[in-house]
Every structure is written in structure tokens, then in C-alpha cells.
């Protein structure tokens, strides 16, 4: 941590920002101060108003009421120029890079020509960057064949190369490695040590508490706490985030029953840059979670697809309770008690201008709820109102628009839509992405009630904190290869980041 004091500078200064869409009054006079060389956590919620206070202070949105000021001097409101200009930097959560450029084109594209003064300046000042910041990465590689946490170091490079000295960072480990964001936060000590001040957005309260000097949390658009961070712990930040008590489940350990399904030796064929699975045997058993730890972009995707029967494999098997199954399609999939909860809500598991009522039956409409044809809307309603009442879908009705709900409520009717059906297999992709604490608790322990009902939970995280607390096996996914099991609790973050990272599937002990 900085230690900045409190007589350091004061670097920015949100002054009662308020800001309403429509009824909804997502900023109310939030107040925000950020000294030199300091890290101001930002904590809340989905849906507290953290977005929208950085898209004030970035100049995408206008605040109806307050202020911002950066080194003592007043932000023309709704000017993004204007905040880069006064040495405000963002790196997002989903990277803003051309993979086709290399890093240093990267970097200077958008604020000079490719081709405009000395190139050789630029690299200069790249390379400088740098050494004085430990972000290691080569100014002529091209960015579509970096790692993740490479390619964050570029984001980060390109905010510190237009001279940001107040840095903001959305959800900075999301995809990162546990050795990844290690690298990251002694990065992170470094340019504070400097004098660069930072407002750092997570969910993840162990990494807040690791580098954060003080904690901003919001809730329902106001600030309800401000504290020291070496004055809490976790237990307190996620009590003030939700407005209670709140323990995260943990799945007790119990004995699995029969392989309800199998894949054997499954390969599929590589995609663009991302990578086939490689002779994947996998095992997923009766009452056990199953986890899938690995970055994003190792297989993955490859593997929910031939599960959840979006994909055919070009060699091996897949078989369930035994038997060896052919025409393999989502539909078969859900016939035969297969059920997927997507990764991407919003796009693969919804539609946005569909009511809550047809995203409920999306899935089931043809088996469940029409005959011949004609579809009984009488018992689509009472489904979902069934699944509102039952996993508490904080929403207007069923009749409702799906897209404007909170990512935790939309994530709610989806788990109810899955779950209700009772299916045997359930693949669990992502299932808490982007949700706060609150919304994580109930999901996580819906999918361990599932698991206890007899049901084979195939749970696929970037998350290591979320995969070691609920699998009760765990592999890891790297270039498309599978890890053995290992028993929950017998690796720690670390052993599994080396298998992430990919050095394990090298080593000769491996096997």
C-alpha cells in the first residue's frame, strides 16, 4: 500500500455528484477525494452507481447536480478530451487494443499519427515507461499474440504514456492469473511510490484489502462508508456493500454418485487464435461440482459447447449414464436433463426485448407449455411468476422487458428457468460474472442445493476463490488441455496458477 498522508495533494475532487435516468437516481451527492500516490478503493454493488460516477468523471455522461476538479481546477462536464488532458487515465475491464497492430502502435494510436514524429521518441519513452514501472512487455510484439495480463500492461502503458497521473481500474485481475495480478499489484506499488494516484474498482475484497489505502463504498447511489483499509476486513466492506451480514456459501464435502456423464478423449478443431480441446476426458458425477479453472480463452468455450450440445467433437465421445450418445444437438441436450446457464446472460442466455414471461419459457416453450402448435400463455405467466416469487426477481412483473434488469436479477431468472426443469447436468458457465456479493451468495448456493439434490454441477470460473470454494474437484483448462482432478483443498491458488499459466502440463512429473 501508498500510505499516502493525509496532508498529500489532493489530486481529484468529486463534489456531490447526482445523477437520475429517468426515476431512477443512480448518483446521489456522492462526495470523492483522491490525494497524491494514493489507491482509493471504489466498492459497491451492481447497480450502486459506481459506473456511472466514472462515466461522469470521464466526461460520457453530464451529472445533473455537482462538480469534479483534477489538481485544483474545475472538469468542463461531458468532455472526455478535457479529463485525458488533465492526466485522467481508465483501463477498462474488456481491453481496447488491436491485435493486428504491435504494442507500440498500440499505444500511440489516437493521440498521434503512426507516421508523424520521430517514431523513435515514442519508443524511447515506451521503453522508459517501462523499466521505471515494471511492465514488461516488447514495443515491436504484436498484441493479438500477447498474454492477458501483456495486454493489460499495454492498456496500462497507454494511459501512462498520455501522461496520466490519476488512474482508474474497472475490474483490473478479472482475467488475470493469481502470478498475473501479483505482477500487476507490484506495478501498481511501484507507480504509486511515484506519485500516480488510482481509483480501483473490484469485487474481489482480498485483492482490495491487499492495495487499497481507504475504501469508498456505494449503495443504492449514495456513499454509505469511507474507511481506512488497515481499520476493516472483508467481513465489514461486504456488510456495508449489501447493508448486512453476508458469509458466502461453501458446498460441505459428500460422497458423489455414479458418472451421469462422460467425455472421452474429445477434441475439436482450434478457432482463430483460441484453442480446440486436446483429448479431453472429463467425468462429471451425481451430487459433485465439479470445477474449471483456467484464463479465459483456453478451451473453455470449446468444452460448454460440447456439453451443453452446441458443438460435436471431430474425435471421441460423449456419453451419458453410460451409453454412448449420437445426435448430439442443444435440444437433445435439455430431452436427455442436460441444462446450461450460458456465459453471456445477455446475449446467450436472454433476449432483451423479450418480457420476463417468454425468457422464462425460452428454452421449454415447445415441450412445456404448447400443444399442437398453440402456446398457453395462462401457464408461461404463472411459471414465471413462480420463478419470481421462488428466486426473489426483484422486478415490476412478469411482464417486464428483460434488459432492464440488473445483471443479478436477469442471472436469477435464468438459474430459476434451468433449475426448476430438475436437470441431472448442469453446466454452470460463469454463472456469477459481474454480479456483487449479494447476488454471488444466492447463486453459488442455489448451484450447491442443486448438487446436493443429486444433480452434476460442471462449474467453469475464471474465479479461483470461487472454483476452490465450491468445486469439490477441480481441473484446470490451459491450450485446450485438462489437468488432472485434484480433491478439493489439496492445491493451493498458487499451485493451480502454474497449471493456468500452463507450466505444469510441460513438467515430466505431470503426467
Given at each position: ?28 451527492a ?21 459506473t456511472?460516477?466514472?462515466n ?29 488532458a488533465?492526466?485522467v ?50 514495443p515491436?510484439?504484436?498484441v ?10 499495454v ?43 488510482m481509483?480501483?474498482?473490484s ?27 488497515h ?32 467425455l ?42 460440447i456439453?451443453?450440445?452446441l ?36 446475449h446467450?442466455?436472454s ?23 398453440w ?41 430459476g ?10 453446466l ?49 483448462m ?19 496458477g ?14
Amino acid at each position: 500500500m501508498s500510505h499516502a498522508g493525509d496532508g498529500a495533494e489532493v489530486v481529484l475532487r468529486l463534489d456531490r455528484i447526482s445523477k437520475s435516468f429517468g426515476a431512477l437516481k443512480a448518483n446521489d451527492a456522492v462526495s470523492l477525494t483522491l490525494r497524491r500516490g494514493e489507491v482509493v478503493a471504489l466498492l459497491g454493488e451492481n447497480g450502486a452507481g459506481k459506473t456511472t460516477l466514472m462515466n461522469i468523471l470521464f466526461g460520457h455522461y453530464l451529472a445533473d447536480d455537482g462538480g469534479v476538479e483534477v489538481f485544483g481546477q474545475p472538469l468542463p462536464p461531458g468532455n472526455p478530451r478535457a479529463a485525458l488532458a488533465a492526466g485522467v487515465g481508465m483501463v477498462h475491464q474488456h481491453f481496447t487494443l488491436a491485435g493486428n497492430l504491435t504494442v507500440l502502435e498500440n499505444i500511440r494510436l489516437g493521440t498521434e499519427g503512426l507516421w508523424s514524429r520521430g517514431a523513435a521518441d515514442a519508443r524511447a519513452k515506451v521503453e522508459r515507461l517501462s523499466r521505471d514501472f515494471g511492465l514488461a512487455v516488447h514495443p515491436d510484439a504484436k498484441v493479438g499474440r500477447l498474454t492477458v495480463g501483456e495486454r493489460q500492461r499495454v492498456e496500462i502503458l497507454k494511459a501512462l504514456y498520455r501522461d496520466a497521473r490519476i488512474l482508474i481500474l474497472d475490474e483490473p485481475t478479472a482475467v488475470l492469473t493469481p502470478q498475473e495480478s501479483e505482477a500487476l499489484f507490484a506495478t501498481l506499488r511501484k507507480a504509486t511510490a511515484l506519485g500516480l494516484s488510482m481509483i480501483f474498482i473490484s469485487h474481489k475484497l482480498h485483492e482490495v484489502m491487499a492495495i487499497a489505502d481507504r475504501c469508498v463504498v456505494l449503495r443504492h447511489g449514495r456513499v454509505v462508508g469511507e474507511v481506512d483499509t488497515h481499520a476493516t476486513d472483508k467481513g465489514a466492506l461486504a456488510a456495508l456493500m449489501v447493508g448486512g451480514e453476508l458469509s458466502l456459501p461453501r458446498a460441505e464435502v459428500r460422497v458423489p454418485g455414479a458418472v451421469l456423464m462422460r467425455l472421452d478423449g474429445v477434441s475439436t478443431p482450434n478457432r482463430g487464435a483460441g484453442p480446440g480441446l486436446k483429448a479431453v476426458t472429463l467425468e462429471l458425477k451425481a451430487g459433485q461440482i465439479t470445477g474449471l479453472a483456467g484464463v479465459s480463452g483456453n478451451g473453455q468455450a470449446a468444452l460448454a459447447e460440447i456439453v451443453g450440445g452446441l458443438a460435436l467433437p471431430v474425435s471421441g465421445s460423449i456419453m451419458l449414464k453410460g451409453e454412448v450418445v449420437t445426435g448430439w444437438s442443444p435440444g437433445a441436450a435439455l430431452a436427455k436433463g442436460v441444462a446450461r446457464i450460458p456465459e453471456d446472460r445477455h446475449h446467450q442466455g436472454s433476449i432483451a426485448d423479450f418480457d420476463l414471461t417468454e425468457n422464462a419459457v425460452l428454452e421449454g416453450y415447445r415441450s412445456r407449455f404448447s400443444r399442437r402448435g398453440w402456446m398457453n400463455w395462462r401457464a408461461a405467466r404463472a411459471f414465471a411468476e413462480g420463478i419470481i416469487k421462488d428466486y426473489d426477481v426483484r422486478c415490476p412483473g412478469p411482464e417486464t422487458r428483460i434488459r432492464l434488469l440488473s445483471g443479478g436479477n436477469m442471472q436469477k431468472l435464468i438459474l430459476g428457468r434451468v433449475l426448476s426443469a430438475g436437470p441431472e447436468v448442469i453446466l454452470a458457465n460463469q454463472p456469477v460474472r459481474g454480479l456483487d456479493v449479494g447476488a454471488i451468495a444466492y447463486v453459488q448456493s442455489q448451484l450447491i442445493a442443486a448438487r446436493d439434490r443429486g444433480a452434476a454441477v460442471l462449474l467453469i470460473s475464471e474465479d479461483l476463490d470461487e472454483i476452490m470454494g465450491l468445486s469439490d474437484v477441480i481441473h484446470v483448462m490451459s491450450q485446450g488441455r485438462l489437468s488432472p482432478a485434484f480433491a478439493r483443498g489439496t492445491m493451493t491458488a498458487a499451485e493451480l496458477g502454474l497449471w493456468m499459466a500452463g507450466q505444469k502440463f510441460e513438467a515430466p512429473d505431470a503426467a
